[in-house]
C-alpha cells in the first residue's frame, strides 16, 4: 500500500462517523421534565465505531477552570467545577488534539469526576455530530394552511410565566456545566443573598437578578475556555 492509498487518520474519522447513527435519548431529568442521551449510550456508539478503524481517543490532559463551594439549605456542601479537557486523537503514527470544556457538581472529588464524564460525552458528541433520533422539527409543516390565519382567527399567544423562564434557564445552565437543577437553584439564590423561596414566588425583580447572573456565569465559563486556548 503506497502513501497515496494508506488511510489517514482523517479519513478513518469519516468512516467511523457515517457508522454512527442518532443515539436514543435514553436518560430523564424528572426536575426539568426532558430526556437525553446518557454517557453509556454516547460511549457504546463511539466505541462501535472507532474500534473497527482502528482510532484511539484518550484524555491527555486536564485544567482545573474554576472551583467553588456552595451550602445548600438543607446543610449539604457542594462542589461545583469547571474544567478544560484535552484529548488525543490517533490512528497508527497521526495524532490530532481535541478541546471539551465541562462543568461538574457533587460533594467533594466526585464533581471532578463529572466533570471528566461530561467533557468526554460532549466531546464525542460534537467529534462525530451525534445527533438523537427524535425528528427534527424543521421537516414537519407547523402551519399547514401555508400560515395564512383570517382576520376572525387570530393565533393565541401565550405568555411565559416568571415560573417558566426561571425553570427554563436554570434547565440550560445546568445542562451546561451538568450540574443538578436543584442545586443548582439553591446555590444561585444564596450567591445573590435572595429569600429561600421556589421560582413561583419569585418577582420581577428578583427573577432579572438570576437571568442576568446566569448569563454573566455563562459568559465568564465560555471566555475562561477560550482564553485558555489561547494560551496553546
Known amino acids: 500500500?503506497?502513501?497515496?492509498?494508506?488511510?489517514?487518520?482523517?479519513?478513518?474519522?469519516?468512516?467511523?462517523?457515517?457508522l454512527i447513527h442518532g443515539v436514543e435519548k435514553d436518560g430523564k431529568n424528572n426536575f426539568q421534565h426532558y430526556d437525553f442521551q446518557s454517557e453509556t449510550a454516547i460511549k457504546h456508539?463511539?466505541?462501535?465505531?472507532?474500534?473497527?478503524?482502528?482510532?484511539?481517543?484518550?484524555?491527555?490532559?486536564?485544567?482545573?477552570?474554576?472551583?467553588?463551594?456552595?451550602?445548600?439549605?438543607?446543610?449539604?456542601?457542594?462542589?461545583?467545577?469547571?474544567?478544560?479537557?484535552?484529548?488525543?486523537?490517533?490512528?497508527?503514527?497521526?495524532?490530532?488534539?481535541?478541546?471539551?470544556?465541562?462543568?461538574?457538581q457533587d460533594t467533594g472529588e466526585k464533581a471532578i469526576v463529572k466533570a471528566e464524564t461530561s467533557a468526554q460525552k460532549y466531546f464525542y458528541k460534537q467529534l462525530f455530530n451525534i445527533t438523537d433520533k427524535d425528528e427534527d422539527p424543521d421537516t414537519t409543516d407547523s402551519a399547514p394552511d401555508g400560515g395564512f390565519v383570517s382576520k376572525n382567527k387570530q393565533p393565541a399567544k401565550s405568555k411565559e410565566s416568571i415560573e417558566e423562564a426561571i425553570n427554563k434557564q436554570v434547565s440550560a445552565f445546568a445542562r451546561f456545566t451538568q450540574?443538578?437543577?436543584?442545586?443548582?437553584?439553591?446555590?444561585?439564590?444564596?450567591?445573590?443573598?435572595?429569600p429561600n423561596?421556589?421560582?413561583?414566588?419569585?418577582?420581577?425583580?428578583?427573577?432579572?437578578?438570576?437571568?442576568?447572573?446566569?448569563?454573566?456565569?455563562?459568559?465568564?465559563?465560555?471566555?475562561?475556555?477560550?482564553?485558555?486556548?489561547?494560551?496553546?
Not at 500500500?1 to 488511510?7: A, Y
Not at 438543607?74 to 484535552?86: A, K, M, P, Q, S
Open 1 to 18: 500500500m503506497t502513501d497515496s492509498t494508506k488511510p489517514t487518520l482523517t479519513s478513518q474519522l469519516s468512516k467511523a462517523m457515517a
Open 179 to 194: 450540574s443538578d437543577p436543584h442545586a443548582l437553584y439553591d446555590q444561585i439564590i444564596s450567591s445573590l443573598k435572595l
Open 45 to 104: 456508539a463511539v466505541k462501535g465505531a472507532i474500534e473497527p478503524m482502528g482510532i484511539v481517543i484518550k484524555p491527555e490532559k486536564i485544567e482545573l477552570l474554576n472551583s467553588y463551594d456552595r451550602t445548600t439549605k438543607r446543610g449539604d456542601t457542594n462542589r461545583f467545577v469547571e474544567i478544560l479537557v484535552t484529548f488525543d486523537i490517533a490512528y497508527g503514527d497521526e495524532h490530532q488534539k481535541g478541546q471539551m470544556m465541562a462543568g461538574g
Open 197 to 232: 423561596k421556589p421560582a413561583s414566588r419569585l418577582n420581577h425583580d428578583e427573577a432579572k437578578k438570576i437571568y442576568y447572573y446566569i448569563a454573566e456565569q455563562t459568559k465568564a465559563l465560555k471566555a475562561a475556555a477560550t482564553n485558555d486556548n489561547g494560551t496553546h
